[in-house]
């Protein structure tokens, strides 16, 4: 017994120094570029511009792979700080301002069915299999795929409401010129 727990523990530990030397070691650094524009990114990991995350968006933007308003969530004004870091033009005539949404969902309609949190990217839906689910709004992003697997259609998407902790002083409006 004691023999199998050490050679255990003596294979374990080879195995992590083996992998810690190959993450030091055996590392790709990623641009500077890469790593700029990835701070500028949401980070919500969303997939709504067709990348797995904000990481491969970033490489791909960086790369001229992908234009630089590929992200619906950052809207026009993370397009044109894009187009300014990379020097580039950017045709913002395609994109619309983003208005924050995120999901509901009708409890009357719900069938408890799990097909919407299985999708969500950002584990902002909880439930249980025939329970009803719930979202949790700080987490969601909006990206609508928790809305497209619904079978009951009891999931949509909806502008956020204005609580307390979201709401902010509108921009005063300009004044007419006095002639």
């Not at 004691?2 to 523990?9: D, E, G, P, R, V």
């Not at 491969?56 to 790369?63: H, Y």
């Not at 009951?152 to 300009?174: G, I, Y």
Request: net charge negative; proline share 8%; glycine share 12%.
């Amino acid at each position: 017994m004691i023999i199998a727990i050490l050679s255990l523990a003596v294979l374990g530990l080879g195995l992590g120094l083996m992998l810690g030397f190959a993450s030091k070691y055996l590392k790709v650094e990623a641009g500077a570029l890469v790593r700029e524009i990835s701070d500028m990114l949401p980070g919500s990991q969303c997939g709504q511009c067709g990348f797995p995350g904000c990481g491969p968006a970033a490489e791909a933007v960086a790369g001229g792979q992908a234009p630089v308003t590929l992200c619906p969530p950052g809207g026009p004004s993370l397009a044109l700080a894009l187009a300014n870091k990379l020097g580039v033009s950017a045709d913002l005539s395609g994109m619309e301002e983003h208005i924050p949404k995120v999901a509901f969902i009708n409890e009357r309609l719900c069938i408890g069915c799990t097909k919407c949190f299985k999708r969500c990217p950002t584990d902002a839906l909880v439930g249980a299999n025939r329970q009803i689910h719930v979202v949790i709004r700080d987490a969601c992003t909006g990206c609508g795929k928790c809305v497209e697997v619904c079978p009951t259609e009891s999931v949509q998407l909806r502008e956020e409401p204005e609580t307390l902790e979201s709401w902010h002083w509108p921009k005063p409006q300009e004044l007419p010129a006095a002639s």
